[in-house]
């Protein structure tokens, strides 16, 4: 089941965006250091996600994005909202450091540590710590958690994220199915244990 | 936990999560250096296009001039490059005071070709050089380049006045034309960084 998730764009705030972009874009580093302050919690949080809640990870990716955003301002043409290309841009930037981290050992790896955790929390041998929605999201793999990350809390379509991720958009629809079996397993499980 | 309520969850999920520490202080360090040359690039073919526009107008100017020139060089014996003919030995009073009466009229004449020709000139060379500076309208200007712009074009608006008063003056051309070069100049540079 898709759910339509709401737009990143805030059309309130984009007037004042575009003012500071276009500042920014001339070199006004006021300009764009309040770009940051306004829109680093929106973007911290998706790569943070994306990151697996990766504190360090996370904060690295917002500081990149933030560096690329700087270099790529002067050719932005403001075709979009300014929201949308930045939070693509973090997008961007973190599925790139997915990528070169995460070959297909390194995925199967991920599939295999949660699945061991499945059956060692039914088990009984799995640390005893209530997961909240957030932490399950995050010991998801590093693709399925991407594709469910960017569909139910961003509100992509597949067609997006299969261009963002190299990849099929059939397989961005298997990755998010498999991410939502993932998840509801690991929350259910969670539900038993209280 | 069904689906629909796991979806659910999902999108109450916070939009914004304040990170663990301010990440500016690394982003300002980043990105000062990167920006300048970014800047630089973006201006380089402003900075080109103005140089082009000045050189084409002085090389038409001076094409101009060849043209120009001689016929003040030719009613000015003083600044003639060709000696003054002698007179004749034979010519008497008479002929001698006609002939000075006919080089004051040639000076006056002179004086107003000169004239003529340093007004066009000067009203040549501000077009032009007002029309590379343009070029460079809107674009960051550091503060400290400020004061001495506004020095140059206050220099040029005394100039202009002066050879309003003094239209003949070549000195005066030849000054709006070097303080003019001096202000395309520093903004070039302070533009480019």
Do not use: C
């Amino acid at each position: 089941m898709a759910v339509e998730t709401a737009s990143v764009d805030a059309p309130a705030a984009d007037d004042g965006d575009v003012a500071l972009a276009r500042a920014a874009a001339g070199g006004d580093g006021r300009a764009f250091e309040a770009l940051y302050r306004r829109h680093s919690r929106r973007v911290y949080a998706v790569v943070w996600r994306l990151a697996g809640g990766q504190a360090a990870r996370a904060e690295d990716l917002v500081q990149e994005s933030f560096i690329r955003a700087w270099q790529a301002l002067p050719a932005f043409r403001f075709e979009s909202a300014f929201t949308t290309w930045l939070h693509r841009l973090a997008v961007n930037t973190a599925l790139m450091e997915l990528r070169s981290r995460s070959g297909n050992e390194d995925r199967e790896t991920d599939d295999a540590m949660l699945e061991h955790m499945g059956t060692a929390d039914t088990a009984g041998q799995r640390v005893r710590e209530q997961l909240d929605l957030e932490r399950a999201v995050a010991t998801l793999p590093p693709r399925a958690r991407a594709v469910l990350v960017l569909h139910d809390i961003e509100g992509w379509k597949h067609e997006e994220i299969a261009t963002e991720l190299g990849m099929a958009v059939g397989s961005s629809k298997a990755q998010l199915h498999r991410a939502r079996n993932l998840l509801r397993k690991r929350l259910g499980e969670d539900h038993e244990r209280d | 936990m069904s689906e629909t309520e796991m979806l659910w969850k999902l999108r109450q999920l916070p939009r914004e999560i304040e990170p663990g520490r301010d990440l500016w202080p690394g982003i300002a360090a980043a990105v000062g250096q990167p920006r300048a040359r970014s800047r630089a690039r973006w201006l380089a073919p402003f900075a080109l296009a103005a140089s082009v526009l000045l050189t084409a107008g002085i090389a038409w100017r001076a094409q101009h001039d060849a043209t120009a020139v001689p016929a003040v060089a030719v009613a000015t014996p003083a600044t003639s490059s060709k000696p003054t003919p002698e007179l004749p030995a034979t010519r008497g009073a008479t002929a001698t005071g006609s002939m000075q009466g006919a080089l004051a009229g040639d000076a006056n004449r002179s004086r107003m070709i000169t004239g003529t020709v340093v007004a066009r000139e000067s009203r040549a060379v501000t077009d032009e050089y007002q029309a590379a500076l343009r070029q460079f309208d809107g674009a960051p200007l550091p503060a400290e380049v400020a004061p001495t712009l506004h020095a140059l074009d206050q220099s040029v608006a005394q100039i202009r006045r002066a050879i309003a008063v003094d239209p003949g003056s070549v000195f005066l051309l030849e000054q709006l034309r070097r303080t003019y070069e001096l202000r395309l100049s520093l903004t070039q540079r302070a533009v480019m960084g």
